[in-house]
DNA sequence: GTTAGCACTCAATTGAGAAGAGTGCTAATG
DNA sequence: CATTAGCACTCTTCTCAATTGAGTGCTAAC
């Protein structure tokens, strides 16, 4: 347990080296307006705090660096998140009333405006289809061997996706299978659409429609969940700015990861609900070792759709970024809820 | 005119600095197999290049740079193409031979394996959906005022936009207008789709429905083109491994172009068919000054669909970029017409 | 418990010298 | 007369040592 002065020079030098990258002297802190002891004073205070693991020392005679555990206690006990600045959310509203025709521009407009507001980078995941219900479900057959299924969901959201049509089905027999499953799965979640497939619809087929199995598996080949959700990822470019990475190599190396959407997505796996910070090294992946992330999910009606998150250096506005995707995701549920009207 | 000995150490000193990124001395030239003067001889001849323009100095006692109107030369009359590596053929086959769903992944899978292939930024401009035509047209309704536009190309290609129903409009008269688009319409490549909507339906329509201009109002929003062609991206960190932005300021300032996909499809307005270099300052974008841009349109039936392009250093190895566009798109193109059929 | 004082450490900066790469010019050469 | 050897000269880059300065840790005094 840390004593309450030693809490204060904490968040004093984590604080300032995240304004200025460079180390935190004892000198500088005792020159606070707050502070009313001498840098001697600190001095014992921050030998200790590093003994404790809290700080670090890049060389004997350079100031502290907070360490990965010394984020963590700021981020878990000494930060205030305080909020977004009204100048931000005059930005974010003026960002958002433009016209946004399809759900996807919500999520890409997020991204941007992210990364613009923190200077830091902005990944997004979009909403996974399978949190909506169906609401129409059509075959277009382009000619005699394949079709595209288009898939509507309640919320506007359009997927599609080619059909190869085996040898020998009846174009008729689909027709009627198209008509059966928009009768009986319409409004079915779907989470719940491959079950219902299963146990209503095919035992009832298997009565009308000749080599019923083969058709079922087209239905479930253009009914299959996405792979992968769209990752939206904005501000890549801003990591150059910051001066940890001035170093082209170690850039490389997540700009390189970046450009991969599908280790993105892998990094947000493991999101709960809420907000989440992983700071450093909690990070599982290297490349990004000495970078945090801080993630939030946005819901609808208390399910999470997807989740918005900001890559930046350890040494990141936590504060921030932590207020601005709290903010920022509740407004994308707002969005989202009045799409689905 | 240049003598064929100055064409001869043009192409050396191009050769050289695109392999090395130094600037190439009199002495390194000499000692070339297939050079046989001094390394007093080339001199004479470098500091001709110089004062014709073709070459520069970074310093006095530095070797040669080849200029902008250098490299302009070499592309014009000295780089031999040289085919495509059989190695690379084989990794292009490979990646190919994935099963491709959507229209949308051969254009990005284009993209990944130019990126790889040439350790530079690829950038893919996705075909334009006027030059294809209506193979269905559909309304799908979510609410009392909006609905879904589902486009339907005879390339299997779909687009698909939101729709808001105007105030007092019959269900029943849309649907009656979208079966009649259906009758009259398809077939008709887009690029006529708007005139034909006016000349041949307009009329017939006003005699059946109420307000049709309203309808007509839906229609052709639905119906319109989309603002600006997709934008595929890759590689743009293989801009980092490139020693002239070794200097973080001068990467970030390009990959912040990069990062703007209107810029990017700007970039390529003006390319017309066939393969175009821009070398250096001849882009007209300040960002990308020390940049190449080498473009290659993509045909279907002799009409241009998209554009498929790499940005890289003004030291560039364009022999080998350039084969290897003019091979790809035409590859992309097979790819393309065999999804036609 | 706090602080002034001081010796100490180590990175960053500076400047001088040496090395090296390459040039331009002149004079010799075949 | 084109070519080339020779040489002085230029300019960058590297190295090394000295200097500077920020910051610490420890001790002793308050």
Redesign the pocket.
Known sequence: MLSE?QKMILTAIVDDYIRSA???????ISKRADV????????????DL?ELGYLE????????VPSNKGYRYYVDHLVTPGGVQEEDVRRIRSFFAEKMTHWEDVIGHASTILSQLTNYTSIVLGPEMFTTSLKHFQLVQLNEHSAVAIIVTNTGHVEHRPVTIPEGIEIHDLEKMVRMLNDKLIGVPFIRVKSVLHSEIASELARYVDRCEEILNVLEQSLADQKDPRVYLSGAANMLSQPEFKDVDKAKNILDVLEETTKLSQLFSSAPGGIQVKIGTENTMEAINQCSLITATYTLDGQSLGTIGILGPTRMEYGKVISLLDYLSQDIAVLMSRWYK
Chains 1, 2 share one sequence.
């Not at 001498?38 to 921050?46: D, G, K, L, Q």
């Open positions: 002065r460079e180390p935190v002297g004892s000198r500088s009313s002891f001498s840098p001697a004073t600190i001095r014992n205070e921050m030998a590093e020392q890049p060389h004997t005679s350079a100031g502290r």
